[in-house]
């Protein structure tokens, strides 16, 4: 999965990676929540920059989970 960089592709990373850890019997941290104090002006460093930042940061920690897992399980 490539950066995420709008709210949809934000969702559907958390979709796809818990049911990913649900099918390798994991547990992961919950996703980080979207911020609710966006002014809509197009900020130079929005809080939705941040929040795309802290999803890239959980995907990360999520795929390296359930690859190490994975990858105990079949030794």
Do not use: K
Request: hydrophobic content about 35%.
């Amino acid at each position: 999965m490539g950066a995420c960089t709008d709210r949809d592709t934000a969702q559907h990373v958390f979709s796809v990676l818990q049911q990913r850890a649900q099918a390798a019997g994991v547990t992961l941290r919950s996703p980080p929540a979207e911020p609710t104090t966006c002014c809509g002006r197009g900020c130079n460093g929005c809080v939705w920059e941040g929040y795309y930042a802290a999803v890239a940061w959980w995907q990360e920690e999520a795929e390296e989970t359930i690859a190490a897992t994975v990858a105990s399980a079949t030794r």
